[in-house]
């Protein structure tokens, strides 16, 4: 069974950085769609980024041009580096794969604030 361990997450101020990791254990084909998603409270899960083959990315629009999804096969581990950090992006983070989600990690909490 596949789990997932987010981590990297902390308190930023805005215009800052961070770095999430997620373990995954167990294999992964690279074939699959991992993405990074994020819950605020009181709003709905979102999808931040999404790649796929390690190649081609997407993300959402919120985030474009800030944020940078990537993945290391040899270590199973996916990548979300923050860059220029908003407190709108203030939320629990998970990853997970798209098309046929494991079961959910326990997030890793962002909190942007002065």
């Known amino acids: 069974q596949v789990q997932l361990v987010e981590s990297g997450g902390g308190l930023v101020q805005p215009g800052g950085s961070l770095r999430l990791s997620c373990a995954v254990s167990?294999?992964?084909?690279?074939?699959?769609?991992m993405a990074w998603y994020r819950q605020a409270p009181g709003k709905q899960r979102e999808l931040v980024a999404s790649?796929?083959?390690?190649?081609?990315?997407n993300y959402a629009d919120s985030v474009k041009g800030r944020f940078t999804i990537s993945g290391d096969s040899a270590k199973n581990t996916v990548y979300l580096q923050m860059n220029s950090l908003k407190p709108e992006d203030t939320a629990f983070y998970y990853c997970?794969?798209?098309?046929?989600?494991?079961?959910w990690g326990q997030g890793t909490q962002v909190t942007v604030s002065s």
């Open positions: 790649i796929t083959g390690g190649v081609f990315r």
């Open positions: 997970n794969r798209v098309d046929s989600p494991f079961s």
């Open positions: 167990g294999s992964i084909s690279s074939r699959y769609t």
